[in-house]
């Protein structure tokens, strides 16, 4: 297993499924890998299906209707079963095929899109699962690395002159608009790249949790390469 992993309080390693979704979070740890090396030609499903805008969600059945190798194929099983092993557990999975996500880009102090680093919140106790089976990866950097935004005094600064409500009301605006969820690595950050193949699950802001929600961020993608993301 890599050292990056499994050397890292944050992470914790899991070999099984059931062990991703049954072990609790503590301490510092918010992010748990399922660890897997695997088979089969995931570029050969990304050459074969079509991308419609930045971002296409692909169906099990677009999948089963693919002409694929044996190569190919043993690819399409493990997304398949991923698929349907969240979908048990009782989750949502997206498989999305993307280009690019859209930049936010109207404030030059703050940005609130995904290529920044952020927690995702819920009213309701979840988690976020993801995996990427092919593309760049995305990264997580531990909270003793990270300050949000909000906090930042010149940026406060600027979201308060932004803001023309009353002061009282100054943290609901910053929750409506995301911006304190997003976060400013320290100049000493050192990030976890997720790598392709591993199967994650990272703890989300809900009213349940007990660790603090995982700081993240989708990559910058490789030139002229589609992500192929599986994502809940």
């Known amino acids: 297993m890599s050292n990056t992993f499994s050397d890292n309080s944050q992470i914790g390693l899991v070999s099984t499924f059931s062990e991703l979704i049954n072990t609790d979070f503590k301490g510092e740890m918010n992010a748990l890998c399922w660890h897997r090396k695997l088979d089969g030609d995931f570029n050969e499903i990304v050459a074969q299906l079509s991308l419609e805008d930045n971002i296409t969600e692909v169906c099990p059945e677009d999948l089963i209707a693919l002409q694929l190798s044996e190569k190919g194929n043993i690819a399409r099983e493990i997304i398949l079963n991923d698929l349907q092993l969240l979908a048990d557990f009782g989750a949502s999975p997206s498989l999305n095929l993307l280009k690019c996500y859209e930049r936010d880009d109207e404030f030059d102090f703050i940005s609130t899109d995904v290529y920044s680093f952020h927690v995702d919140r819920s009213p309701i106790a979840t988690d976020t699962f ?8 995305s990264d997580i950097v531990s909270n003793s690395e990270a300050e949000q935004k909000v906090l930042i005094p010149e940026i406060r600064a600027k979201l308060k002159e932004l803001h023309d409500g009353p002061a ?3 943290e609901d605006f910053l929750k409506e608009n995301y911006f304190d969820l997003h976060y400013q690595l320290n100049t000493d950050a050192k990030p976890v790249n997720l790598g392709l193949g ?9 009213p349940k949790q007990e660790v603090l929600p995982c700081i ?5 993608e490789n030139e002229g390469e589609y992500r192929l993301l599986l994502i809940c």
């Open 130 to 137: 993801l995996c990427t089976y092919h593309g760049a990866a």
């Open 168 to 170: 009282e009301e100054f």
């Open 198 to 206: 591993h199967l994650w699950r990272l703890a989300v802001d809900h």
């Open 216 to 220: 993240h961020r989708a990559p910058v």
